[in-house]
C-alpha cells in the first residue's frame, strides 16, 4: 500500500476519533458540572447515588464500560444492540463526566467562603453568585486537571475498537494485520501526538488568556 | 430615627454559647465601635446583624423594618425571602480581609452589583463607580485588578464596592487587622472621612485609640455580653468596669 493511501485511510479513521474527541467533552463538561452539583447536594439519597456511580466509573475499566453499555442492553433487558457510535458516545460521556465532576468539586470548594459571603452581602441571588462569581474563579483554578483529562480522552478513543468503531486504532490495526506491517501503527501514533499537540497548545492558550487574574 | 435595632439576640454553636442576650441600637448618623478581646462574641454579632449567621432568639430590625422577629416559642424567625432581599440593600459590609472579586476589575469590582442587583445602567453604574473611586483616591487603579494593589488599597476598593449600594448602614469588621501597620492609617482616614459625612456605621476593631476619636459611642463586648457601653470619654478614658480596665490596660493609651 503506498503512503499516500495509508495516511487518506487513517485520516478517515482519525475524523472518527476527533467526532468521538469532540462530543465526548461537548456532553461531559456540562453533564460533569451536573454530577458535581448532586454530588455536593445536601440532599442524602441524591448525594449517595451520584457517589456510587462516580465510583463505578472511576472503579471499572473504561473498556468493560463500552462493553456494557453496547452489549448490555440486549444481554440484560433484551432490547435491540444501540448503534456502535452511539454506544461509544454514551459510555465515553458517562465516564468523563465522573472525573470531570470530581475535578469540579475540588474546584468550586476551594473556592473561599468569603467569595460567598461578600455576594451575599451585596444582595447577589445564589444563582448570580455561582454563575457570576464562583464559576470564572473554578474555571482558571481546574483548567490544569482539564487538560490532563482531556489529553487522556484523546488516547482513549482508541479504546472504542473495542466494539469495531472504526476509529482510528481500528482502522490502524486492521491495515497493518493485513500488510503485515507495523508502519500503520508508527503512522496512527504520529497522528495522535500531533493532535494532542494541537489540543494541548489551545489548552495554555486558554490557560494564557486566564492569567489577566490571580 | 433609628436605623439598626438588636434586641436580646442569642446565638450558640453547638454547646458553646457565644452571645448571650445582646441589645443594641444605632441611630442616624451615629458611629458605634464594638471592642473586646477576641472570642468575645463581636465578629458573630456583626455576622447575625449582616444576615450572615442565623439568630437563635432575638430580633433585627432595619429602619423599622424586621428582618427577624421572635416566633410564638421564642425561637427567632427570619423575615420572608423577599423581605431580607430588601433589607440587605438596607446595610453594607467591609470585610477584615476584602473579599474583593479577583475576576473582576477595580471599577467591576465597584460596579458589577448594582447593575447585576440594582439593575442600574452600565453608564449610571460607571459614574457612581468611578465617582466612589475618586473619593478613595483609586482613580488611576479603575481597571487594575485586586492583586495588583497593596493591602490597603484593596480595603479602600471594598469600601467603595459596600457604598457604591448607598447603605444605611455601613458595617466594619476588623477593616485593618490583615494590613501592615504602616497601611492601617489610610483605612482609619477613610473612615473618619465617612463619619464626618455623618455615614451610619458599626466597626468592630482593635484600635482603641481609633475607636475612641472616631466613635460616638463605644461598646465593650466580653464574654458574649455587652459589659460596659457609653460614650469614648466614659468607656474608654473613665471605664467603670474591672473586665473593661484590665481589657484597656493592655493596649497603650
Same mark, same amino acid.
Given at each position: 500500500m503506498e503512503f499516500t493511501v495509508l495516511v487518506a485511510k487513517l485520516a478517515e479513521g482519525m475524523w472518527v476519533s476527533v467526532e468521538i474527541f469532540l462530543l465526548t467533552l461537548l456532553f461531559s463538561l456540562p453533564l460533569g458540572l451536573l454530577v458535581a452539583l448532586g454530588r455536593m447536594s445536601r440532599n442524602l439519597i441524591l448525594k449517595n447515588v451520584i457517589k456510587f456511580y462516580i465510583s463505578i466509573m472511576r472503579g471499572t475499566p473504561l473498556i468493560l464500560q463500552l462493553m456494557v453499555v453496547y452489549f448490555g442492553p440486549y444481554?440484560?433487558?433484551?432490547?435491540p444492540t444501540p448503534n456502535r457510535f452511539l454506544a461509544t458516545i454514551v459510555g465515553f460521556v458517562l465516564n468523563y463526566a465522573a472525573y470531570f465532576a470530581e475535578i469540579y468539586r475540588g474546584g468550586i470548594e476551594s473556592i473561599d467562603v468569603g467569595q460567598y459571603e461578600a455576594a451575599q452581602v451585596l444582595g447577589y441571588s445564589r444563582s448570580q453568585t455561582f454563575i457570576r462569581i464562583i464559576m470564572p474563579q473554578v474555571i482558571k483554578r481546574i483548567l490544569p486537571a482539564v487538560t490532563n483529562e482531556v489529553i487522556t480522552l484523546i488516547k482513549d478513543t482508541a479504546l472504542a475498537f473495542t466494539i469495531s468503531v472504526s476509529e482510528m486504532f481500528t482502522v490502524a490495526k486492521a491495515i497493518a494485520s493485513a500488510q503485515s506491517s507495523v508502519l500503520p501503527f508508527v503512522a496512527a501514533g504520529i497522528f495522535y501526538y500531533v493532535f494532542n499537540f494541537i489540543v494541548a497548545t489551545i489548552m495554555e492558550w486558554i490557560e494564557k488568556k486566564l492569567d489577566y487574574f490571580r | 430615627m433609628k436605623y439598626l435595632e438588636i434586641r436580646n439576640l442569642r446565638k450558640s454553636f453547638g454547646d458553646l454559647e457565644v452571645i448571650k442576650d445582646i441589645s443594641l441600637e444605632v441611630e442616624e448618623g451615629q458611629v458605634v465601635a464594638i471592642i473586646g478581646p477576641s472570642g468575645s462574641g463581636k465578629s458573630t454579632l456583626l455576622r447575625c446583624a449582616t444576615l450572615l449567621e442565623t439568630m437563635d432568639a432575638g430580633e433585627l430590625i432595619y429602619l423599622g423594618e424586621h428582618a427577624v422577629r421572635t416566633g410564638p416559642d421564642g425561637k427567632a424567625v427570619p423575615a420572608p425571602p423577599g423581605q431580607l432581599k430588601k433589607i440587605r440593600g438596607y446595610f453594607g459590609l467591609v470585610f477584615q480581609n476584602f473579599n474583593?472579586? $479577583?475576576?473582576?476589575s477595580v471599577i467591576r469590582n465597584v460596579t458589577d452589583a448594582l447593575i447585576t442587583v440594582q439593575k442600574k445602567s452600565k453608564e449610571e453604574a460607571l459614574a457612581i463607580g468611578r465617582d466612589l473611586l475618586k473619593k478613595m483616591a483609586l482613580s488611576d487603579k479603575e481597571n487594575a485588578y485586586p492583586y495588583q494593589l497593596s493591602g490597603g488599597q484593596q480595603q479602600r476598593v471594598s469600601i467603595a464596592r459596600a457604598l457604591a449600594l448607598n447603605p444605611k448602614v455601613l458595617f466594619f469588621?476588623? $477593616?485593618?487587622?490583615?494590613?501592615?501597620p504602616e497601611l492601617t492609617g489610610e483605612i482609619l482616614k477613610v473612615i473618619k472621612d465617612l463619619a464626618a459625612e455623618n455615614m451610619t456605621m458599626v466597626i468592630v476593631t482593635h484600635e482603641i485609640a481609633f475607636a475612641r476619636d472616631v466613635a460616638d459611642h463605644i461598646v465593650f463586648i466580653d464574654g458574649g455580653v455587652i459589659v460596659e457601653e457609653g460614650p469614648p470619654e466614659q468607656v474608654i478614658n473613665n471605664p467603670r468596669n474591672e473586665r473593661t480596665r484590665a481589657f484597656l490596660s493592655r493596649f497603650e493609651r
Open positions: 444481554f440484560i433487558f433484551g432490547l | 474583593l472579586f $479577583p475576576h473582576f469588621d476588623e $477593616p485593618t487587622s490583615a494590613l501592615d
